[in-house]
């Protein structure tokens, strides 16, 4: 009796080794009732060599054997004395395998193929293992979550080698079975849940699943059903991670649409979208995602994802109750609002001044709707442009002291990229702030001098005697200055003053003695002109103009 294995059509074995052993398993695929007949086929055989080269001959042969098995789904057919006992399409080949041998003489081999008899399928062909399971559980507000779990791994049906519809075929399958399907689902469904319509019953989310590598697509449903005929919402999304080699952040983004059902109020679908916590879906992915690279032996934690999002887009349409989003995280450990910036120095021989200037801008990351705001407050109530200047300039070795109001300043605001930039200087050259002009002062010294006195001697003589006592020095500052505005601004223009006064005497020598000053204004259509006088006696010898 003649055995002959064909596989596409032809005998894989001709000219390499007589006609195998074949053994037969047959397993049942479930889904209810008996849904599909497995066959697992095994052809154990040996290999036949040439003396005295069998070696080399061997191994030629067991390449072409691999060649003859290199395609899947192709049919296997099984003859005795020309009749086909045995034949299933779209066969798999899931091994081939060669024990340790000397190849000497004989090869041994063993080939398992995996097959799916079409005549054996009371359900659809081409999904080897469908799966589909529904749980309910009562939540504290009398509501039911439903939740329904389809699965499938499908196999090939396409005689077509260059096309594989293994993965389409349990996408199909998958689902015709989703949604509210009175055909598929009521039917599982507990007593207390009858069904009428989607009132009382809601999709809330729904995600899915796809393993390209094993051809198997799955879905998960969540329902709530509410008694009352109140309604949720159904929520998609995805999530993109990603990574900047040369920064080293991590990106997370995650979109999708908040679906309402159909009596739902898009009041109360708002409502239901800002009670969604995106940000914790996102970094729930980006663990997860990081959790084969940072693993507890080698005790790395993965950088935190800000909770500050980078951006959001949100997108209504009112008509089908959807409301669309997409929202951006990082891991930039830098600050939300960052003022980056840059300081020199610049010394005015002339005049006896130092300049310090700073140049810098402020942005920030996150929404581009909500960045200029950011910037906005913080140049407002968190940067302090004069301490940053007046440090650099005493970090130089100077004793004087900038003067407070700059003496140039240009800011220029980006709305729409929310940036801010700035160029400021200060000067330790007094200057009068903002609201004054036409400013003069003089400055006027007298310097300690040593005191002589005339004592008379015998016929009408005199002798100078050195009273070893030195006249007080003075230094007096005499100010002019108009201000644009009838308020009174005395105390500004004094403080002026005594700034002029300050800055030439030395720190050793400001042991202050007696202080005058005396301040007058002449009022004008519009402002006042005032004029000051500050004067200051020393103990000390030197002055510093």
Known sequence: MQTLVLYNGSNPFAGLSPTPFIGKSDSMVRFHDRWAVASTITLQGSITGLCPQDAQDLIDKQKLLLQRFSEDFKTLSIQEENQTIYSAPYCTIKSINFPSSKYVRLLPYEITIDCYQQNLFSG??????????????????????????????????????????????????????????????????????????????????????????????????????????????????????????????????????????????????????????????????????????????????????????????????????????????????????????????????????????????????????????????????????????????????????????????????????GTIEITVSYSDKIQPPPGFEDWEYTVDVELPINQYVPVPVLCGSYVIIDTKAKKRGRISVNSDIFSLSNDDKRDIVRTLTKQILSQNIPIPNRARVVKEDNVSYLIAPQGKRYSVSESETFEGEIFSL
């Open 124 to 417: 659809v062909y081409g999904i080897s293992e469908p799966k589909q399971e529904i749980n309910w559980s009562e939540n504290d507000d009398s509501t039911v979550t439903v939740t329904r779990s389809l699965s499938a791994k499908g196999f090939n049906t396409n005689s077509n080698n260059r096309t594989n519809n293994a993965l389409e075929n349990a996408t199909s399958w998958v689902k015709q079975r989703t949604g509210w399907n009175q055909s598929y689902f009521s039917e599982a469904l507990p007593a207390f849940i009858t069904y009428n319509s989607a009132v009382n019953l809601c999709p809330k989310k729904i995600s899915e699943n796809i393993d390209r590598l094993t051809a198997t697509y799955s879905i998960e449903e969540e329902y709530i059903y509410n008694p009352a005929g109140t309604s949720s919402s159904l929520l998609k999304y995805s999530t993109d991670i990603s990574y900047d080699l040369n920064e080293g952040i991590y990106s997370v983004q995650i979109q999708g649409s908040l679906e309402g059902c159909p009596e739902i109020s898009m009041g109360i679908l708002r409502s239901n979208y800002k009670n969604i916590d995106l940000y914790s879906i996102a970094n729930y992915e980006y663990l997860k995602t990081n959790r084969d690279l940072y693993t507890p032996v080698s005790m790395a934690i993965p950088p935190s994802l800000n909770p500050e999002f980078l951006s959001e887009q949100i997108n209504e349409t009112s008509d089908k109750k959807i409301i669309s989003f997409s929202k951006s995280w990082d891991t930039d450990p830098r600050a939300i609002v960052l003022f980056e910036y840059d300081i020199s120095y610049e010394e005015n021989l002339v005049e006896d001044s130092r300049i310090i200037s700073i140049q810098g801008s402020i942005t920030a990351r996150g929404d581009k709707t909500d960045r200029y705001a950011k910037v906005l407050d913080y140049f407002k109530t968190k940067i302090n442009l004069f301490r940053i200047a007046q440090d650099f300039y005493l970090s130089m070795g100077f004793n004087y002291g900038l003067v407070q109001y700059p003496s140039s300043l240009n800011v220029t605001e980006d709305i729409i990229n």
